[in-house]
């Protein structure tokens, strides 16, 4: 026990200028190291102490960075964006600037609207049978083999480039996405 | 021209993902568990936010490297061995790449600038005691600067986040004996800058 003359120090308080004079000699920890940094945690003397031993314990028990369930749910949703976009486009090799990541998936979502609101053929248009079939086999077999499962809602009377599966909160939006269009 | 919709409840396998342990889940990103993936993004977020941040000592930067991370790990799942830690997969996952960011990152200059200014901005003269815990935070990624990429790997994992060293060696994929060695001489590096920036600090 030391604690160069601080009147608060236990019997129980280590030794911090020995311990850090232990551990600037040798890269490996003094004997009794590991529990006085369990001791430094519950002791408000030996905290000083011990940063005035070896300053680079200012460092122990930074702050915990403040995530909120937001910010946790924006990045799930990134990652799924992305998922989805490099289904499209291929694995990437580098980073992808988030505000960029979105543009594909946002091209996607745009066709999608457009087609809902435009080409629609109610019942399904001759021939459409065989270009879903085209459609399928043109997907990843996983996707292919998932998405012929479901039941069919509205038909595709050709087919697409690409098929990307983005998943939301409950949801999965398929989206059909038409490079010819340059969106 | 139409396009299939496909909307269906996806609640329950959610739920069973939110029990799952990280084991489980990284079992379950094996099998192509896209809900898996979510649940992981939930669950891992903020520990690999906060490190990465403390690697790069910029929280914008360490969104995009923690968002490819877990593209990483989606895109690597078929190589996961259930034999590793979890925690120390993904861990790696995120260093190698927050380090690859680093290398590539052209002007270092706004993350090495003294936080003294900031401090005198603050308050002159308070004791390091009253020092602010964020305050902290910020001379440390003033400091670790001035470290090697593997000491301040090293230090981060094990002096900050609290890893064991067998942790932190798999991490860097090193031996035990070399995390020692880094941190030996990460701390001195430290001790040095902290005596000569902040003197007041290191009486």
Request: hydrophobic share 45%; proline share 5%; net charge neutral.
């Given at each position: ?6 009147a608060?120090?236990t019997m ?16 490996d ?6 529990e006085?940094?369990?001791h ?5 003397p ?16 930074l ?30 090799g580098r980073?992808l ?23 629609h053929?109610?019942?399904g248009?001759?021939?459409?049978g065989s ?24 038909e ?28 | ?11 329950e ?8 342990s990280?084991?489980e ?7 192509d ?7 992981l ?9 906060q ?8 929280l ?6 923690v968002q490819v ?19 120390t ?9 927050a ?20 401090l005198?901005?603050?308050?002159s003269?308070?004791?390091f005691a009253?020092l ?6 910020a ?56 005596r000569?920036r902040y ?5």
């Amino acid at each position: 026990m030391n604690h160069q003359g601080n009147a608060n120090v236990t019997m129980t308080c280590p030794d911090w200028r020995r311990l850090a004079a232990a551990r600037d000699a040798s890269p490996d920890d003094p004997q009794g190291w590991e529990e006085a940094l369990v001791h430094l945690e519950s002791c408000a003397p030996c905290r000083r102490a011990a940063v005035e031993a070896d300053p680079t314990l200012i460092f122990r028990r930074l702050p915990a960075l403040a995530v909120g369930a937001d910010e946790v749910e924006a990045m799930r949703l990134r990652v799924s964006a992305l998922r989805g976009a490099r289904a499209v486009a291929g694995p990437a090799g580098r980073l992808l600037p988030r505000r960029l990541a979105w543009q594909p998936v946002a091209a996607a979502a745009a066709l999608v609207v457009a087609m809902l609101a435009g080409d629609h053929a109610p019942g399904g248009a001759p021939g459409a049978g065989s270009a879903r079939a085209a459609a399928f086999r043109a997907m990843p077999p996983e996707l292919g083999a998932e998405l012929a499962a479901q039941p069919l809602l509205e038909e595709l009377d050709q087919p697409y480039d690409h098929v990307v599966q983005w998943n939301a909160e409950d949801v999965s939006v398929v989206l059909v996405v038409d490079e010819r269009l340059d969106v | 021209m139409t396009v299939a919709r496909l909307v269906y409840s996806q609640r329950e396998e959610r739920e069973r993902w939110t029990a799952a342990s990280d084991l489980e889940l990284l079992e379950g990103l094996r099998a192509d568990s896209e809900r898996a993936l979510d649940e992981l993004v939930r669950r891992k977020t903020p520990a690999l936010l906060q490190v990465a941040s403390r690697i790069l000592g910029d929280l914008e930067e360490a969104r995009d490297v923690v968002q490819v991370a877990f593209l990483r790990a989606w895109e690597n799942r078929a190589r996961y061995d259930p034999r590793w830690s979890p925690n120390t997969w993904i861990y790696r996952i995120v260093t190698n790449l927050a380090i690859d960011h680093l290398r590539s990152r052209k002007s270092r200059e706004r993350h090495q600038e003294p936080y003294r200014k900031q401090l005198r901005q603050v308050e002159s003269a308070r004791g390091f005691a009253e020092l602010q815990q964020r305050e902290v935070d910020a001379i440390f990624s003033e400091l670790a600067g001035e470290l090697s990429e593997k000491q301040r790997l090293a230090f981060l994992l094990r002096e900050v986040e609290g890893l064991s060293s067998p942790e932190v060696a798999a991490v860097l994929d090193c031996r035990e004996s070399t995390v020692r060695n880094h941190l030996f001489n990460a701390r001195k590096v430290l001790q040095r800058e902290i005596r000569r920036r902040y003197p007041e600090y290191a009486t």
